[in-house]
């Protein structure tokens, strides 16, 4: 049961263009939600992240979208860089459950062309 | 620079053989988690512990995989046996509570 989606497996834009990555949910329970970017050979870090009482988060070129109706999300990077070239992996945790527990969608490989 | 750290960076086996797989979370961190990097699943949890305690081991095949921290610097991860299907990238993370998560650079697992 995949209580985390991203059904893009993969995404090509231009330098220079905006690039939208998508998730969907189906936990109701769900509240808090993250985005990490991984390089090969590397472990995920940390992008950004938004709470369930937002429906926006901006940090520099990165912008999250919150639709809490539609349990989806999606993030914004615009421009675009060749450096952004990455797995991008959609999270999200239930912050009444106290555990801290991530639960991590499929990933979705953004590449950037110069 | 607190890292999360994890041994072996690589390992190549063979099926029926015994795998142990560690991890040091960050100083200060409470919570472990291990999680497996496959293609269809993408991040997929294993175990996790808060405090040293096992929480949640439900995604783990109980019959060969186990997870254990036996003090508050090292956390385990082992198969036994080992079989092909167990090949991918198993990560360990820590964090605080409620928050995001910092990974170590995984551990690559293939059986022959």
């Known amino acids: ?114 | 620079d607190a890292r999360v750290t994890q041994t072996p960076r690589d390992k190549v086996t063979e099926m029926g053989q015994e795998v142990t797989m560690r991890c040091q979370p960050i100083l200060g961190h409470n919570t472990v988690f291990w999680y497996r990097q496959t293609m269809m699943q993408g991040l997929e949890l294993l175990a996790y512990f808060r405090n040293r305690a096992p929480l949640d081991d439900s995604g783990m095949p109980k019959d060969r995989f186990s997870a254990e921290m036996p003090d508050a610097t090292l956390a385990t991860l082992k198969i036994q046996p080992s079989e092909p299907r167990d090949s991918a990238v198993y990560f360990c993370a820590s964090g605080r509570r409620f928050g995001e998560l910092f990974f170590g650079e995984g551990s690559r697992l293939t059986v022959l």
């Open chain 1, 1 to 114: 049961d995949q209580q985390v989606k991203q059904n893009s497996p993969s995404l090509s834009v231009q330098e220079g263009r905006i690039s939208i990555l998508n998730c969907d949910y189906t936990n109701s329970m769900f509240d808090y939600f993250l985005w990490y970017k991984k390089y090969p050979a590397e472990g995920p870090t940390f992008l950004i992240s938004i709470s369930s009482i937002k429906d926006k988060n901006e940090d520099g070129r990165f912008t999250v979208f919150l639709n809490k109706s539609a349990k989806h999300l999606s993030l914004h990077i615009v421009p675009s860089q060749p450096g952004d070239s990455a797995v991008y992996f959609c999270a999200a945790t239930a912050v009444s459950s106290n555990t801290g527990k991530l639960i991590f969608g499929q990933g979705t490989t953004l590449q950037v062309k110069p």
